[in-house]
Every structure is written in structure tokens, then in C-alpha cells.
């Protein structure tokens, strides 16, 4: 490997670009750490009309949130049960982002169908309730 040269090019690397910055290895972190940053500036960018748009709903839009039925787990270790309430067996534990499909509702409660295998090894389909302090309905977001 050829010495560099602070804007050069060093003998025998005549076909090489000059390197601008003294540690290829450092330049090359940092452009990639801009090209994050720019990336992120743009879904931001993209993203905010969309949250501006859902922050005030329209009757569609509220249509549409009453009618999503896949709820995601917010937190760890939440008890997956056999009925809504405290007093009923867990039957086991759901992690985030372990989600499932509504099939029924009783106040606080949510009964879901699990999507997917779960984090801890709960098979898919499996049914059970677990609280709505623990757990989210989808968000659909409107991009137009």
C-alpha cells in the first residue's frame, strides 16, 4: 500500500484521485455519517405533512382509525391472558413489537389473534387478551 500525501498522489499511484483529507478511513465515516444525516432530514421532511395532516382528523380519517384491526405491543414483558382482566392465567409474555389481530374488546381489554410467532415463542394464532395500557392500534397515516 503507497504512502499518501496531504494532496498528492503519491509515486506510483499516478491514477488514483488525490485523497483531500489526510485519513481515508475518517473521510469516509464521515461521508457516510452525512449521508445519514441528509436522509434522515428528508424523511423528516416527508413525514411532516403527513403528521400535520394527521393531527387533524377528518371524519374519514377517524373512520379508518376505528376500523384498523392489528394492535402492537408497547412494552416488555406484557401478560398475554386468558381473559380480560388480572385475575385470569397468563398464558405467556409479549415483547415489543409482537402484535396481533383484534378479535374482540371488553373496556380496558383487548383480545388479540397473534400475527406472528411471538418474541418468547408464543405460536402464531395464538388468542388471548392483554391491557390497552400495554398496547397500540396501527396509526394509518394519510401520505397525499
Do not use: Q
Not at 8 to 16: F, K, L, T, Y
Not at 80 to 94: A, I
Request: hydrophobic share 40%.
Amino acid at each position: 500500500m503507497a504512502a499518501e500525501v496531504w494532496g498528492r498522489v503519491a509515486p506510483g499511484e499516478r491514477g488514483r484521485a488525490p485523497h483531500l483529507f489526510p485519513f481515508p478511513s475518517l473521510e469516509a465515516s464521515l461521508l457516510k455519517r452525512s449521508a445519514t444525516v441528509a436522509a434522515m432530514s428528508l424523511v423528516l421532511a416527508l413525514a411532516a405533512p403527513a403528521a400535520a395532516h394527521a393531527a387533524s382528523p377528518t371524519r374519514e380519517s377517524s373512520a379508518a382509525a376505528s376500523s384498523c384491526s392489528t394492535w402492537f405491543v408497547n412494552s416488555n414483558g406484557v401478560n398475554f391472558r386468558t381473559g380480560p382482566g388480572t385475575g385470569y392465567r397468563s398464558v405467556g409474555l409479549l415483547y415489543y413489537p409482537d402484535s396481533g389481530t383484534k378479535v374482540g374488546e371488553t373496556g380496558s381489554w383487548v383480545k388479540l389473534r397473534l400475527r406472528y410467532k411471538s418474541r418468547t415463542g408464543l405460536p402464531a394464532g395464538t388468542t388471548a387478551w392483554v391491557s390497552k395500557s400495554y398496547s397500540n392500534p396501527c396509526l394509518p397515516i394519510d401520505l397525499t
